[in-house]
């Protein structure tokens, strides 16, 4: 009598040693999916973490970047339920069709250059050798650097009422000329007081404010410069002078450009000290065109120039953004 052959079991369960291995470099089962929902775990955390921050910018700056872009193209006191569209009638206003706004912004327009001039020249021929002295400085280079920082992190409103003081007719200026025997230098009327004074004392305060971010940028660039590169200058026979023009100079030419950008844009936008110290006298002396932006869009009464507020603030923008455009194209052509 013959028996039917039994099936044969696999080699794992007739052994009973376990599933068998799998070959090397095959997946899991399973374990793509696991990692796509952690993954996807990952990335909706991330999501909810910046949610909060992404809806604060589209509220408070998408919005008000349109709503200001759109309001350039219009008239609007503030409190008039509706705006009156006149396209763009504002931009001809300001540039060239209005005598009342026209004049102003010219003159504006002319004392801003004359900032954007001289505040960054001045502020690198200052903040570069004071940079390079503090480098050398063998002791207590933390507290020079500290003390030279100061004016950045005291309140600007504090520091502004400190200099009117200051450049009053009888102010610190006035005595220690007068002390001095150079009594015929002082101002009578005030640094601030004089036309012809004004807008320069203007432009150093601006620079006594930008000189420590300026000079902390610089010691960092010559902080990270490879000391050979100086060690080889100095075998070669250059001395502190040669070393420092011809050697550490054109190696930190890239901060310079970032100062330089970084002034510009200040000089161009930012109208806070002139509006604490003079308020655009004497006589719109020292008017600049982020001034009178707000001058057009807080000072005149219910008048219905907000809109003319906007389309310059756009003006500046736009020139703010040429000026972006043509550094980065010098620092594309040099590298």
Do not use: C
């Not at 509220?59 to 008239?75: E, I, R």
């Not at 000079?215 to 902080?223: A, D, F, I, S």
């Not at 002396?285 to 009464?301: C, M, P, S």
């Amino acid at each position: 009598m013959t028996t039917a052959p039994r099936p044969a079991l696999p080699e794992t369960a007739a052994s009973g040693r376990g599933p068998a291995p799998r070959p090397e470099g095959a997946a899991e089962p399973g374990r793509g999916k696991r990692v796509l929902n952690r993954r996807g775990y990952e990335a909706l955390s991330g999501y909810l973490f910046v949610a909060p921050a992404v809806v604060l910018f589209a509220v408070m700056g998408l919005y008000t970047v349109g709503y200001g872009f759109l309001l350039s193209f219009a008239t609007w006191n503030g409190f008039a339920p509706h705006w009156t569209w006149v396209g763009v009638q504002n931009y001809k206003d300001l540039l060239w069709q209005n005598p009342a706004y026209a004049p102003r912004l010219h003159h504006a327009a002319i004392h801003t250059l004359y900032v954007m001039i001289a505040v960054p020249l001045l502020t690198v021929l200052v903040s570069f050798p004071l940079a390079v002295l503090l480098n050398s400085a063998k002791r207590m280079q933390g507290l020079l650097r500290s003390v030279y920082f100061i004016p950045y992190v005291t309140s600007g409103i504090a520091v502004f009422f400190a200099w009117q003081y200051i450049l009053q007719p009888d102010g610190a200026i006035n005595t220690v000329l007068s002390s001095l025997g150079m009594g015929s230098l002082a101002q009578p009327q005030g640094w601030l007081g004089n036309p012809n004074t004004a807008l320069g004392t203007m432009i150093v305060v601006t620079v006594w404010g930008s000189v420590p971010v300026a000079m902390l940028l610089y010691l960092t660039g010559l902080q990270g410069i490879d000391r050979s590169v100086l060690e080889a200058a100095q075998l070669d026979g250059a001395g502190w002078w040669r070393t420092n023009v011809s050697v550490v100079w054109p190696l930190v030419k890239p901060i310079t450009s970032i100062v330089v950008l970084l002034n510009l844009r200040d000089s161009l936008q930012g109208f806070q000290t002139f509006l604490v110290m003079t308020n655009g006298g004497p006589g719109d002396h020292t008017n600049v065109l982020g001034l009178e932006a707000y001058r057009l869009a807080f000072l005149k009464d219910l008048a219905p120039t907000l809109g003319l507020a906007s389309a310059l603030g756009w003006i500046l923008f736009a020139a703010a953004l040429v000026i972006a455009l043509i550094n980065l194209r010098v620092m594309r052509s040099k590298t």
